[in-house]
């Protein structure tokens, strides 16, 4: 067995920081590539490859390559047994207690939503990577999907919610990353929910929606802001679009707000200089989120 005391203690000896914050991510975000934990964590691709597959051979994660029809899919890391009974163990919970089953984590390998998982997850490791090389500049929130339909129940169920701060200044957000394959009035009714969200707990949160291409923004803009008028506190519902997660580019537009040009992530908060950031939604202290900043002894990535 790899959940044996002696094994777990053995791992104990041998884990650094970097390594437990790993595991805590792949428990809240389920599924992270290579390249993403390389962005995430560490300096260059071989030292990232040498230390994932020294835990892989602990069964602290698990790893698959999806197929694809050209060329070769990045290796994909989810947590593994041992990881999630040290985890257990470390927040002095009983492992049953985590409901972990093997065979789910390693699931998520013949998902539908797979792809829609990595592309949110990429999403952030970009913030995530230039945070780590930029002065004051931080992702100081990160929820999963999961954690937040837990959270908000069926108010609304964003694919994350996050906050982003650089200098004094933070920008609090909900996300919705579009893939191009749902019905834009299946898009444009949810904010109806995000207008019920904020009604219901008094989070003004932006949403952020992320596309594609910029011909599907552009035809969902229309859809959103004809939903938009339909509402009855619009102004609860703040919304921008774009097409990249890069956070030094001018790469979103706001809908109903005051600025019509494209603004750089930081900037939409003073698009919506009204909806300064509440205290973050409060996590029960059991399997509170991780930290989305990996330990400061942590090496920024070169380039």
């Known amino acids: 067995s790899v959940v044996t005391p002696e094994h777990l203690a053995w791992l104990a000896r041998r884990l650094t920081a970097r390594d437990r914050w790993l595991a805590r991510m792949l428990r809240e975000h389920r599924v992270l590539t290579s390249r993403q934990i390389v962005q995430m964590a560490f300096t260059g691709v071989r030292s990232a490859n040498r230390r994932l597959r020294e835990l892989f051979q602990w069964r602290m994660i698990d790893r698959f390559q999806p197929f694809v029809t050209v060329g070769s899919a990045p290796m994909h890391y989810v947590l593994d047994i041992a990881g999630a009974h040290l985890l257990a163990h470390e927040d002095g919970l009983d492992p049953q207690e985590l409901r972990y089953r093997h065979e789910v984590s390693i699931g998520i390998a013949h998902s539908l939503r797979l792809a829609h998982t990595v592309a949110v997850n990429g999403h952030f490791a970009t ?57 834009l009035r299946i898009l444009a009714s949810k904010l109806g929910d995000y207008e ?91 399997l509170a989120p991780p930290s989305p900043m990996p330990p400061a002894s942590s090496p920024a990535p070169r380039g």
Do not use: M
Not at 139 to 162: I, N, V
């Open 127 to 183: 913030l995530i990577a230039h945070a780590r090389t930029t002065d004051h500049t931080r992702l100081t929130a990160w929820w999963s999907e999961t954690r937040c339909r837990k959270h908000f129940g069926d108010l609304a169920r964003p694919d994350a919610y996050a906050r982003w701060r650089v200098h004094d200044t933070e920008l609090e957000f909900f996300l919705e990353f579009d893939f191009g394959t749902e019905n």
């Open 196 to 286: 019920k969200l904020a009604l219901t707990t008094a989070i003004t949160a932006p949403l952020l929606i992320r596309f594609t291409s910029t011909a599907r923004e552009a035809t969902a803009r229309r859809a959103l802001t004809d939903a938009l008028d339909q509402l009855d506190h619009p102004d609860l519902v703040p919304i921008a679009t774009g097409t990249t997660a890069s956070p030094v580019v001018p790469a979103w537009l706001p809908i109903n707000g005051a600025d019509t040009t494209r603004l750089q992530l930081i900037d939409l908060a003073r698009n919506w200089p009204a909806l300064a950031p509440a205290d973050a939604p409060t996590a029960s202290a059991q």
